[in-house]
C-alpha cells in the first residue's frame, strides 16, 4: 500500500469504527497530520477522559495510552506499537517503588506522568512538566516528598521551588544526551537564536537555556517572542508544530554526534503509518488493565486534574 493508500484507510476506519485519534507532538509527522488532537501528555489525557468515542487510537508511547484507559476504562485503548516504551517508564518499576516508600514512610510520592500504570497506582500525586512546579508548590511546605522516575525533572523542580524532594534515579535518555557544550557552539554561530529547553534535560543544559518549559509552554513562549530563531533543546517531532504555528521563524536542533538522531525518541518513532492502518483495523494490541490498577491509578491522575484546575492552570 502506498502513504496516500494508508491515510485513505486509516481515515476510513476511523469513521466506520467511530474511533478517534490522539496523537502526540512526538510522534512522525504523518502521524500528527492524522490525529484528531496532537497535544502533549496533560492536554492528551484531558481529550482522553472526555472522548465519547468508542475506540481511542493512542499514537504515543505506552504509559501515555495506559493513563487513557485509567481516565476512560469504558473505551477500547489501542495504541499502534505495543513495544513503544519511555526510559523513564523503564527506570521505575512499581515493585521497586514501593520498597522505596517503605523505606521513607513519612514521604508522599509525586510521580511524573512519564511512568507505568502500576508506579501511578503506587503514586499518592501525578504530574506532567507543565504542571509540576505549581502543583508541587501548592503542597505544604513542610510535607515531604518522593520524586519519581525523571531526576532531572525533579531537580529542577527543587531548583524552582527550593524543596528538597528525593529523586528517584531515571533520566529521559533523548533529553538526558544532549550537552550544554554543543548548545553553547550553536549559540557563538547564531547569536541572534535564543535556547529553549524541556526540564527533562540535564542541568547543565538548563544553564545555558534562555528558556524552561513544557512542551506547551515551549510553544507558546516561540508564538509569543519577537524572536526568528531558535535552538530547540527537546524531541525534534515538535518541530512540526513549531514550523506549522511560526512558518517565518527558524528552529536549530541541538546536533549530538555524527550521524546520531539523538533528539528522535526512538520508542515514539516506532509508531508507523502502516501499524496505525493495522492497530484500527485489527483493534489491537489493546491496552488491558486490572480493575484494582486503574482504581488505584486513576487516584492521583485525577487529583492532578482537580489540583490543575483549582491553580488555573487548565479549565
Ligand atoms: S522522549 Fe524521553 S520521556 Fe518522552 S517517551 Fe521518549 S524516552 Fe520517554
Known amino acids: 500500500m502506498t502513504t496516500a493508500d494508508y491515510k485513505k484507510e486509516i481515515e476510513r476506519l476511523k469513521k466506520e469504527k467511530n474511533a478517534v485519534i490522539l496523537g502526540h507532538y512526538y510522534q512522525i509527522d504523518e502521524i500528527q497530520a492524522l490525529s484528531d488532537f496532537v497535544g502533549d501528555s496533560l492536554a492528551l489525557a484531558q481529550e482522553a477522559q472526555r472522548t ?93 516528598i518522593i520524586f519519581a522516575p525523571d531526576k532531572n525533572l525533579g531537580g529542577y523542580i527543587n531548583r524552582q521551588t527550593g524543596r528538597n524532594m528525593l529523586l528517584w534515579n531515571g533520566v529521559c535518555t533523548v533529553h538526558d544526551a544532549l550537552e550544554a557544550e554543543n548548545i553553547l557552539k550553536l549559540k557563538a554561530e547564531n547569536p541572534d537564536a535564543l535556547v529553549i529547553a524541556h526540564p527533562e534535560c540535564n542541568s547543565a543544559v538548563l544553564a545555558v537555556s534562555d528558556f524552561v518549559g513544557s512542551t506547551k509552554a515551549m510553544l507558546g513562549y516561540i508564538k509569543s517572542s519577537e524572536k526568528k530563531k531558535f535552538i530547540v533543546a527537546t524531541e525534534s517531532g515538535i518541530l ?76
Do not use: W
Request: charged share 30%; hydrophobic share 35%; proline share 5%.
Open 52 to 144: 465519547d468515542a468508542s475506540i481511542i487510537v493512542f499514537c504515543g508511547v505506552h504509559f501515555m495510552a495506559e493513563t487513557a484507559k485509567i481516565l476512560n476504562p469504558k473505551r477500547k485503548v489501542i495504541l499502534p506499537d505495543v513495544n513503544a516504551s519511555c526510559s523513564l517508564a523503564e527506570s521505575c518499576s512499581g515493585a521497586d517503588l514501593k520498597k522505596f516508600k517503605e523505606a521513607h514512610p513519612d514521604h508522599i510520592v509525586v510521580s511524573y506522568v512519564n511512568c507505568s500504570a502500576e508506579v501511578k497506582a503506587e503514586s499518592d500525586l501525578i504530574c506532567t512538566s507543565g504542571n509540576a512546579e505549581k502543583l508541587v508548590n501548592a503542597l505544604p511546605k513542610d510535607q515531604k
Open 240 to 315: 512540526y508544530e513549531m514550523k506549522k504555528n511560526n512558518p517565518d521563524k527558524k528552529f536549530l536542533t541541538v546536533p549530538s554526534g555524527e550521524n546520531c538522531a539523538c533528539t528522535d525518541c526512538a520508542y515514539m518513532k516506532m509508531n508507523t503509518l502502516e501499524k496505525l492502518y493495522l492497530c484500527l483495523r485489527d483493534e489491537r494490541p489493546e491496552i488491558i488493565l486490572s480493575d484494582d490498577i486503574i482504581e488505584r491509578a486513576s487516584k492521583p491522575i485525577v487529583k492532578m486534574l482537580e489540583m490543575s484546575k483549582e491553580l488555573g492552570i487548565i479549565k
